[in-house]
């Protein structure tokens, strides 16, 4: 009998709201280290935290994105432990009265749309960033450490899935989806590499079929969506080996190294923080009143689902409609070129297709960049008035995202309209057909095949430009 | 003519105002009786005689203009070194923060140079204020003005006995389970925990954060009601700050106690209180009868807890309060192999037995396992407290009770023994957990002639019927002694 994965993801998002979770400092990322400081943020003896309304405002957003229900009363708590990057040397985090519960995401993956429950958003305040110098910058080796605290107090939202997962697809597709709702909400740029969304995973198996859980590890260090899968099918890999062997797996917290590919232990159930969680007193408890509430449920943004379902009804297919509802980007620009007249799938296709490439080559950057609804719309209208042709378009999308001009001009400039004038196009096939008698008479004696080598060689004598279309029709009419 | 050091903070305020004195004569005076007085009592930690100085002058030159920034302006006034000051050493009287030099000030500290008071320093106390007599301060004992082998109280000893000793008009302190009405007792002068939240927490070094509240020590009610004028009311930077300004208490400062219910807490009278100290508490009990108040005599059961309690919350919040002082960021840095070992060398090193054990008492009271048993317990005793308090205050308008069962005890009586310490504040410990306002008053002096202090306690935010009671009290006792020390004649 196969083991089934069970799966549960802690995500923490960086809120972008203007100032820390506790004090008045700029919660902006890239400032010159420890300039960005307060006695609140410094955890200076007498300094006092006070609660950010927006970021619990932000948080709302989040819990109600993710269908979670808002408590009426929320507390914070004090999570002890030392570590000299966290000023105070406790963390104040909501605990066991968080903002927000009992939500779920849907996710898609190929085998079909799994609801993964969420547990609870919470909010919680970031440490500072230690600098190790020397030895490969880790700690143990390390000669010396440096501290910027302009991390220290910045808004973290802490979003825990049930452990509704089932494989590491489903996992990369539950961040991924997660990903693409944060953004859209507005709440977080979501910057893996800038460590503005990270995600630990916890990890058991279980005999197929069996409803009772097997023994947990915690996997931490993963900062790409990609590695979390990684880290997960390996840990799926390490303990199938495990309880196939007969050997019990450790419950522990272990460590994913990028490089290597491999998990290894950090800390046993035994060497485990206690945290000595108890409520924090310098705070009093987050009010979140009905018109609160109502006012930031009535005024939530499209999340992916609602946008993936809307561009399905336009007439996407599946795969193409997730793509595009994922990337806020790529959806304003999809939605602003339907609505000036653009064919949906055809522009929904150059997206992921020939766009994506573009971005992907060239750094284009879709929200600033030259492509947008409007040259979508006149290059979607040239190709369906057989103005362009499909790999002409191509041409010209590449042109448009150079910055050459608008779709027309650069189809111009290059001279890639599409003849489709009869007129113009009579005494190239007549050329063609006076050169090619024996090709003529096979398609009379009913050889149809033989017509896709009469238009190549008319496309051939044109350049290219002349429109297929046209051009077999005009074949037919001189042959019949 | 008298000293002015001995002036109270009214008389002075008077004098600035009629132009019969300058707040640089003031601070002349108690500069003075400072120079003789601390060989002897060493309330203070620091004196920042050039700061004082600038103020002064600045509050003259403020009076000349005609600008009147209210009952302080020009008053000399000495703080509790656990309340920050910039640029001005903070200690805590803990040997980690030597030489710590706080970037800002705190609320208090900030409205009390807005209003013109002349900050004379820092004043000593028992290490993060834990303790009842300062022999917790790393940096020397202070001692008491009216017998100097004996200890002033604590934990704001040094603010007490600067006060009783006309070292300062004024002083602030912090009480957190008493340290503000304990030596203002042991040492024969007001002193006033308001109601928890109407003085901001901001710059007041945490030992406890639910518990912990700023308030006056002076020479008279209508002195303590002066100062809180001056730091209490809503601050933002504090959460859990009251909204709204101080409201008027001096309008019934003359209105006496005639028709006012005044409940004798029967847990907190009687057993456990020294002879002579019950003695004066009931002399003044038949004064108010006499003066028109019903006498009620009421239980608070679950009070009996209240020590074990506060012996939970108190060090649990403190075990988390304290861990920022790691010699990471400021204070003392003792360095080790790695930074555990540099942060638990330099803990061991700058924290005295007292706080050690607190926080030992605290982690241990937070563990998994044990939080429900200790700490959780501890909470639902306190619920009990406040609930008990609730139904007291609906059939007494003020409760009353010693401030502390004892008189001064000689220095070193009680440092061996952490318990018989920890019951000096049963009496004041109440009010801390319920979050209420509570006044010490002096009413007599015991056959050693050591001051005896009586407490009134209010409901919260009733400060203006405390200070009703507490002023009638006053007036009642005729105190009028002062401390041997606080003589100009004594070197």
Known sequence: ?480 | MSDLADLTLAAAAGGLRSGDLSAVELLEAVHRRAAMTEANLHAYLTLDREGAARAAVGADAGFKRGADLGPLQGIPVALKDNMVTRGLETTCSSKILAGYLPPYDGTATTRLRAGGAVILGKTNLDEFAMGSSTENSAYGTSRNPWDPDRVPGGSSGGSAAAVAAGSAMVAFGSDTGGSIRQPAALCGIVGMKPTYGLVSRYGLIAFASSLDQIGPLARSVEDAVAALEVVGGYDPADSTSYPGAVPDYRSGLESGVSGLRIGVVTELNGAGIEPAVQAAVNRTLDQLENAGATIVQLSLPSVEYALSAYYLIAPAECSANLARFDGVRYGLRRLGENVEEMMSNTRAEGFGPEVTRRILLGTYALSAGYYDAFYGQAQRVRTLIIRDFQAAYEQADVLVSPTSPTTAFPIGARTDDPLSMYMSDVCTIPSNLSGDPAISVPVGLDDAGLPIGFQVMAPALGEPVMFRVAAEVERLAAFGVRAPLASSEVG
């Open chain 1, 1 to 480: 009998m196969g083991y089934e994965p069970v799966i549960g993801i802690e995500t923490h998002v960086e809120l972008t709201t203007n100032s820390k979770m506790f004090c008045g400092c700029p919660a902006d990322f890239g400032a010159p280290p420890n300039t960005n400081t307060c006695p609140v943020c410094l955890g200076l003896p007498g300094a006092l935290p006070v609660v950010n309304g927006t970021a619990v405002e932000y948080a709302m957003i989040i819990g109600l994105g993710l269908n979670c229900e808002v408590a009426p009363r929320s507390i914070f708590a004090r999570k002890n432990y030392f570590y000299p990057d966290m000023p105070k040397n406790y963390q104040i985090s909501q605990y066991d009265q968080p903002l927000c519960v009992n939500g779920h995401l849907d996710v898609e993956t190929g085998a079909g749309t799994h609801r993964i429950g969420i547990t609870r958003v919470h909010m919680e305040e970031d440490t500072g960033k230690s600098t190790h110098v020397g030895e490969g910058g880790r700690i143990q080796a390390a000669s010396h450490s440096l501290i910027d605290f302009n991390r220290a107090g910045v808004p973290l939202m802490e979003i825990v899935s049930e452990p509704d997962i089932r494989s590491a697809e489903q996992a990369r597709a539950f961040v991924t989806e997660l990903r693409a709702a944060v953004l859209r909400l507005g709440v977080s740029d979501a910057k893996l590499e800038e460590g503005s969304m990270r995600f630990d995973g916890n990890i058991s198996l279980r005999l197929e079929g069996s409803e009772a859980f097997g023994t947990k590890v915690e996997v931490k260090n993963m900062n790409s969506i990609r590695s979390l899968q990684r880290a997960l099918e390996y840990e799926i890999e390490r303990q199938t080996a495990l309880l196939e062997a007969g050997e019990p797996v450790v419950q522990e917290t272990r460590h994913w190294d990028e490089e290597a590919g491999t998990t290894s232990g950090m800390r046993s159930k035994e060497e485990a923080f206690d945290y000595r969680y108890f409520p924090e007193p310098d705070l009093v408890p987050v009010a979140v009143d009905h018109q609160w509430r109502a006012r930031v449920a009535d005024s939530l943004p499209e999340l992916p689902a609602q946008a993936r379902g809307r561009y399905i009804e336009m007439g996407l297919d599946g795969p193409v409609a997730t793509v595009i509802s994922r990337d806020i980007e790529y959806g304003s620009v999809f939605e602003a070129a339907v609505a000036a007249g653009g064919d949906p799938q055809t522009v929904a296709n150059w997206l992921t297709g020939e766009v994506t490439a573009l971005v992907r080559r060239t750094d284009l950057s879709l929200a600033a960049g030259p492509i947008d609804g409007a040259s979508l719309a006149e290059l979607s209208a040239m190709v369906s008035d057989g103005r362009l042709s499909a790999s002409a378009a191509k041409d010209v999308l590449a042109g448009v995202a150079a910055g050459e001009g608008p779709p027309a001009a650069v189809a111009e400039q290059r001279d890639l309209i599409q003849v489709s004038d009869t007129a113009a196009l009579e005494p190239v096939v007549d050329e063609v057909l006076a050169a090619n008698t024996d090709a003529i008479q096979k398609l009379r004696d009913g050889d149809d095949k033989v017509i896709g080598f009469l238009i190549g060689q008319v496309m051939r004598a044109t350049g290219g430009k002349a429109d297929p279309g046209a051009v077999t029709e005009l074949i037919r009419s001189k042959a019949g």
